[in-house]
């Protein structure tokens, strides 16, 4: 089964899709790892952003895997585990370049639907539903008012030790949705059937529990 969860920076997709899989056991499917795997490939190959056949070469022969059976998740590029790699500057600072050759993305929506294959799988993102998974079983569109989730964020960097105002989150909040909502490819989209939950007033665990609930009927269905 896949349930397929999209919506703007700060509506809480990470956490809530974390909570699901630590209850549920469901995989919790790292779509942006994929395009990190092409990135890192890339870097270690010497290729420039440039080199846009090469990379689609490169997305085109790569061997990703994720290996969920111990506690943390592991992310294996052609049988190495390079889930700390993935998550370096250099790869950080080239990935999104990388995710928008259409090549690469057709891809890697290919080698996320094998990786979904015949599992439970909570995935999220922002084309989710509509794009990588157009027939998963059950879509939510998670949204939560700007300002509030402007201050989720703002007290998350607090937490983390990051020193930045309530106003400059707000702006950046801001302008991420602009970007989400207007991006040429992968943009933020409520598919047609997504179940909408608004998180202004709620906890992460009345989301949690409302989101359990769905997966609940759906299998009792
Ligand atoms: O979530 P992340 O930072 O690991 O994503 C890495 C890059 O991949 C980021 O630039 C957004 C892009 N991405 C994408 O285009 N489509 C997805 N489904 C997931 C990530």
Do not use: W
Request: glycine fraction near 6%; aromatic fraction near 4%.
């Amino acid at each position: 089964m896949i349930v397929a969860v999209d919506g703007p920076a700060g509506s809480g997709k990470g956490t809530i899709t974390k909570r699901i899989q630590e209850e549920l056991g469901f995989l919790n499917l790292d779509t942006g790892a994929t395009y990190r795997c092409v990135a890192l490939e890339a870097l270690r190959e010497g290729l420039t952003l440039d080199d846009e056949e090469k990379i689609m070469n490169i997305a085109n022969n790569i061997d990703i895997k994720i290996d969920n059976t111990g506690d943390k998740d592991i992310i294996l590029l052609n049988g190495e585990d390079v889930s700390e790699e993935i998550r370096t500057k250099e790869v950080t600072s080239i990935v999104s370049q990388v995710s928008s050759i259409i090549p690469v993305r057709h891809k890697m929506v290919e080698v996320q639907r094998e990786l979904a294959k015949g599992k439970n799988v909570i995935v999220e993102g922002r084309d989710i539903g509509t794009i990588v998974f157009p027939n998963a079983e059950i879509k939510i569109y998670l949204d939560a008012d700007q300002n509030v989730r402007a201050k989720r964020r703002y007290d998350e960097n607090k937490q983390k030790g990051i020193d930045t105002t309530y106003d400059e989150v707000l702006e950046n909040v801001k302008m991420r949705d602009y970007n989400d909502i207007h991006k040429k490819y992968g943009a933020l989209k409520k598919a047609e059937d997504a179940i909408i939950i608004d998180s202004t007033e709620l906890t992460i665990d009345e989301v949690v529990e409302k989101i359990k609930n769905i997966i609940n009927s759906y299998i009792k269905k």
